[in-house]
């Protein structure tokens, strides 16, 4: 049986990695390789992080969260006690999670660049934001969306 804390550490440190490489993928898509990033508009620096923290906090509670009912039913892992206070059933919680984080990180990150009164970024600062928050995010999301799952199964 895999320990759950062990499990936990695992997953997220998977969870992160593939965040960042993701980010990276899409950072380049979206804003190119050079050039200053533009911060306020649509498409723009802080629009981005809507799409980009809900399909991260989406696939950090979804993905991990099905592999986990799976180990789960399969006696690969054990549930833990308590109960959560999200949804049991694993789609309604990882939109949710990614809702809530979608809303967050939109919310924070235009407040934080209207109070610095910026409006561009240089593209290695840029990017190196971005690749910290995706890391950020699934570092925080896919923990809770673990333990969220874990215990649904009880």
Not at 17 to 37: D, E, H, Q
Not at 84 to 95: E, I, Y
């Amino acid at each position: 049986m895999i320990a759950t804390e062990a499990y936990i550490r695992r997953e997220t440190i998977v969870g992160v990695v593939i965040s960042v490489a993701i980010t990276f993928v899409f950072f380049l898509i979206v804003f190119g390789f050079s050039g200053p990033v533009e911060i306020w508009g649509a498409g723009k620096f802080v629009f981005d992080f809507l799409p980009q923290a809900f399909m991260i906090a989406l696939m950090a509670t979804l993905v991990p969260g099905a592999m986990t009912a799976s180990k789960l039913r399969q006696g690969e892992l054990q549930s833990i006690e308590g109960r959560s206070k999200l949804p049991k059933a694993l789609p309604l919680r990882a939109l949710l999670i990614a809702t809530a984080a979608a809303v967050a990180s939109v919310a924070l990150f235009a407040g934080l660049f209207f109070v610095s009164g910026l409006a561009a970024l240089n593209w290695f600062v840029a990017l190196a934001a971005k690749l910290s928050f995706g890391a950020a995010l699934a570092a925080v999301v896919t923990p809770i969306g673990l333990r969220a799952a874990m215990m649904a199964s009880r």
